[in-house]
């Protein structure tokens, strides 16, 4: 399986904008970018994905890099309920598992 | 209504015990998992089913054993537990299955295991 590397932990300001970043280099080229979150106490919570292009929900934006060896999913307003572990997960399209890693620990500061 | 849910929430048990957690999915997918997640946080996949089938076992001892018998249902056994069995278990389910690598999956809210 191809690998993400992700910061173990990052804080931000409510209200603020939020950028958490995911190294990919050996990515695939049927490998699509997943994000998902779990806040505490819960399950894993999917947050986004995408393939090559730049993506937006409700929830959140993923900026996939050129040459999709990074990515970055983008909370456009940062509330203390962000407060999660987000994972930036690869799933081949030939697989068929989740393969969490470690994952980044958003803190929101009020 | 809650999309997938598992019972119970809690669990404690005596090493030894055989015990079982359910989950049920009201979402309509074909696709169902389990995870463990450990005491240091790592998820890891343990089993998933596709329409009653098994299609994914990643090197789990005998003594846990999944059973769906249906495609809303994905039930987990495990015979005489031990001490490395506590974990959270969670549940997932998906549409059509990973394969097509674009359906997301969604989760309960876990079974908390603690073997005294």
């Known amino acids: 399986d191809a690998k993400t590397t992700q910061p173990n932990s990052m804080e931000s300001n409510e209200e603020e904008p939020v950028h958490l970043p995911c190294n990919h280099s050996?990515?695939?080229?049927?490998?699509?970018i997943h994000w998902y979150r779990q806040l505490p106490s819960q399950g894993p919570e999917y947050v986004i994905h995408?393939?090559?292009s730049n993506v937006n929900n409700r929830m959140a934006s993923l900026a996939i890099a050129e040459d999709r060896k990074s990515s970055t999913l983008i909370l456009h307003r940062a509330t203390l309920r962000d407060a999660a572990v987000y994972y930036c997960i690869l799933i081949d399209f030939g697989n068929e598992k989740l393969t969490f890693g470690t994952g980044t620990r958003l803190t929101i500061i009020p | 209504d809650t999309a997938v849910s598992q019972t119970p929430k809690y669990l404690v048990t005596q090493m030894g015990n055989d015990k079982s957690i359910k989950c049920e999915q009201n979402l309509g997918h074909d696709t169902m998992y389990w995870y463990k997640q450990d005491s240091k946080k790592f998820l890891k996949i343990m089993f998933s089913y596709n329409n009653k089938e098994l299609i994914i076992n990643e090197t789990v001892p005998n003594r846990f054993s999944p059973k769906s018998p249906d495609k809303a249902h994905l039930n987990l056994h495990i015979n005489s537990l031990e001490l490395g069995d506590s974990a959270v278990y969670f549940c997932?389910?998906?549409?059509?299955?990973?394969?097509?690598?674009?359906?997301?999956?969604?989760f309960g809210d876990g079974t908390r295991l603690s073997i005294l």
């Open positions: 995408g393939l090559t």
């Open positions: 050996t990515i695939s080229g049927t490998d699509y």
């Open positions: 997932a389910s998906s549409q059509e299955g990973p394969a097509y690598s674009n359906q997301p999956q969604h």
